[in-house]
Nanobody, 123 residues
Framework: QVQLVESGGGLVQAGGSLRLSCAAS????????MAWFRQAPGKEREFIAV????????YYADSVKGRFTISRDNAKNTVYLQMNSLKPEDTAVYYC????????????????WGQGTQVTVSS
């Protein structure tokens, strides 16, 4: 089992920045690829970014490319999502997720999820 706890969400004005954190416990964090997803009201959960277990491979959704940065610190069992130039359409609950094996972007590929943290971007 891998337990994930997100933090860092909040209310920010458009153009602002937030840094989300996801702390992991349980099985060896450094064995897992880690991803961020988000879900806005009335919409399906969507992929945002993924980082490989070693940190050397990254992949982003087009909607956040150039604005968001995923990173990880295996010594701290933590993955981060730096979000810059935030837009009202970035408003959603943000989830981190863990997955073992090849990098994946599908929701169904991830077996471990955090409880989510709310990000609200005002215009």
């Amino acid at each position: 089992q891998v337990q994930l706890v997100e933090s860092g969400g909040g209310l920010v004005q458009a153009g602002g920045s937030l840094r989300l954190s996801c702390a992991a416990s349980g099985r060896t964090f450094s064995n897992y690829n880690m991803a961020w997803f988000r879900q806005a009201p009335g919409k399906e959960r969507e992929f945002i970014a993924v980082i490989s277990w070693s940190g050397d491979r990254l992949y982003y959704a087009d909607s956040v490319k150039g604005r968001f940065t995923i990173s990880r610190d295996n010594a701290k069992n933590t993955v981060y999502l730096q979000m810059n130039s935030l837009k009202p359409e970035d408003t959603a609950v943000y989830y981190c997720a863990a997955q073992y094996g090849s990098l994946q972007v599908g929701v169904r590929e991830y077996g471990y999820w955090g409880q989510g943290t709310q990000v609200t971007v005002s215009s």
